[in-house]
């Protein structure tokens, strides 16, 4: 019985600091705060919640399917990074080029909710919070996880539903706070929040098409 706590005990510690670092999700709240700028208080967290409860569901499909699906369509780790890493960047020149004339036109109320609330899954959970470094990271991670048949593989499965589930709850208490940030660096700091983290994200996206690259060049 305590060796089986302490697998599961195991496995959730063995997910949290494995995904936490890559989600970064005190790392994302600027970006996330720069997307919502214009939302109340209100229509910001339920947006956080829609990001948190996609990222869990995502994360936790990535480690259970993950790595069937890649082998059922015959695509490879690098190839979900070249393909995750172009997505950040066109995230990332979007944000540049449009985002900042698209918060000063947004209407407020329900519309603006409503436009908002279109984003929470592209790009704001995917490729902006569960981007293809923490994809690729639960698909090793399931792909470790005890052969079907034994009961190892449940527990395990449990353990991962508790580890993701606790990696979402900090990307929801992370984004749905960001708005403090906005009230102590101003309207002006946000702009300058807004720019530095479209760069940030082009150049976070040229980085992981470049590993993906180098990976398939090495596996040549």
Not at 119 to 129: M, S, V, W
Not at 179 to 208: D, E, K, T
Not at 210 to 216: D, E, F, M, S, V
Request: charged fraction near 10%; hydrophobic fraction near 55%; glycine fraction near 12%.
């Amino acid at each position: 019985m305590l060796g089986l706590v302490a697998h599961v005990a195991g496995t959730i510690v063995l997910i949290v600091s494995a995904l936490f670092p890559i989600v970064n999700p005190l790392g994302s709240a600027p970006i996330f705060l720069a997307y919502t700028r214009g939302a109340t208080p209100a229509e910001r967290r339920s947006i956080a919640l829609r990001v948190g409860s996609n990222s869990f569901i995502l994360m936790l499909a990535s480690m259970a399917i993950g790595s069937y699906v890649l082998r059922f369509f015959g695509i490879s780790l690098p190839i979900v990074q070249v393909g995750g890493g172009l997505l950040v960047f066109a995230a990332g020149w979007n944000m540049f080029k449009h985002e900042e004339k698209d918060y000063a036109n947004r209407a407020t109320g329900d519309d603006s909710a409503t436009h908002l609330m279109r984003k929470a899954f592209y790009p704001l959970t995917l490729p902006l919070t569960v981007g293809p470094g923490s994809i690729a990271t639960a698909i090793t991670l399931g792909a470790n996880l005890p052969p079907p048949g034994g009961g190892r593989l449940l527990l395990s499965l449990l353990a991962g539903s508790i580890g993701t589930f606790i990696v979402a709850t900090t990307v929801f208490l992370s984004y749905a706070f960001a708005g403090r940030i906005a009230r102590i660096i101003g309207p002006a700091g946000v702009g300058v929040v807004l720019r530095l983290s479209a760069f940030l994200l082009v150049c976070i996206g040229l980085q992981i098409v470049w590993n993906g690259i180098t990976a398939l060049v090495h596996g040549l």
